[in-house]
């Protein structure tokens, strides 16, 4: 079975710019989650879609948005870039509803660099 | 954040086994313990998880206290692939995000 898949790998923008980032989540998983990794932040979660819906958000401004369509891949989007944007976005997947918890399977990310 | 604590560094010799510690004193009953590790920049990899039982997989074993309020992973055969940052996180069954803490940054040395 084909891992959580993210595209673009690299990307890099200039300040003031929008971006989107696709995630692909693992056939059959439903919940998608995406987190922002940043050296001095380290790992922090943005925000969880499930059936198309938000299930939970971090604490992010309104420029970090998401969404997710019915096949359940997801995108986010990150309007108004700002220098300190730049980090590995990473996608994770999920199966809720199975026994034993929610196990997330994550991709290999995105590095966006903004400059 | 993050409800564990684990010590930011350990060194580990290649072929010995890695006991790796994780502190949650305030997990709460219906709260599981999650380990995953992180190579270099690469997506976090899930390794294993547990409730109240010990836990083993192909990859490690997770074993839980008796009073839960801590945790060690332990890989058997440590081998210099196993050279990265290991986070242990604790969240409820569903519907919460993990939070991730600094982790440990495990060095195999050959």
Known sequence: KAGVTQTPRYLIKTRGQQVTLSCSPISGHRSVSWYQQTPGQGLQFLFEYFSETQRNKGNFPGRFSGRQFSNSRSEMNVSTLELGDSALYLCASSLPGTGGGETQYFGPGTRLLVL | ?110
């Open chain 2, 1 to 110: 954040d993050a409800k564990t604590t684990q010590p930011p560094s350990m060194d580990c010799a290649e072929g010995r086994a890695a006991n790796l510690p994780c502190n949650h004193s305030t997990i709460s009953g219906n709260e599981y313990v999650y380990w995953y590790r992180q190579i270099h920049s690469q997506g976090p990899q899930y390794i294993i998880h547990g409730l109240k039982n010990n836990e083993t997989n192909e990859m490690a074993s997770l074993i839980i206290t008796e009073d839960r309020k801590s945790s060690t992973l332990i890989l058997p055969h440590a081998t210099l692939r196993d050279t990265a940052v290991y986070y242990c996180i604790v969240r409820f069954h569903y519907g919460q995000n993990f939070v991730f803490g600094p982790g440990t940054r495990l060095s195999v040395l050959p």
